[in-house]
């Protein structure tokens, strides 16, 4: 009986149980390309406002947009992150950025299957390479935000 009990279990672990790499580049991919959504809450708000130096309905009015599901940043008519500078391309709110992007690329939809992993991998040169995050860090980063 304890012997099926583990088989059980190791099958309910998901394919990524051996941990996956994760090392950012800084490039800005993630925060480019199609026209998307960033999700924000009113916490996540407010830290982004402070870090601008700005007031909250000021911050809101300028660079937050409400959907039917809630409320993200705006971003470029090219679909950049409105925070991303067209230079550098590097965050401008780095420190506050919202939890949606602290934890790219551990997200369910990248993490749905190895196929979706490898797409991850595709689009961002971090993906795939450098630290080594364990089963635990990457559920912890996963279940922070459903995207």
Not at 100 to 118: E, H, V, Y
């Amino acid at each position: 009986m304890a012997g099926a009990s583990k088989k059980q279990t190791n099958s309910k672990k998901p394919w990524y149980k051996e941990g996956l790499r994760f090392e950012c580049t800084g490039c800005g991919d993630c925060c480019s390309g199609e026209p998307g959504y960033v999700w924000v809450d009113d916490h996540e708000i407010e830290s982004l406002a402070k870090e601008m130096e700005m007031d909250l309905e000021a911050f809101e009015r300028k660079f937050v947009r409400q959907e039917p599901e809630g409320k993200s940043l705006v971003e470029y008519p090219d679909g950049d992150c409105i925070f991303l500078h067209p230079e550098s391309r590097r965050c401008l709110v780095y420190k506050s950025r919202p939890i949606q992007c602290r934890t790219w690329p551990f997200w369910d939809s990248n993490l749905s299957s190895k196929k979706a992993w490898k797409e991850a991998c595709d689009v961002c040169p971090g993906s795939g390479v450098g630290k080594l995050y364990n089963l635990e860090q990457i559920e912890e980063r996963r279940k922070e935000k459903e995207v």
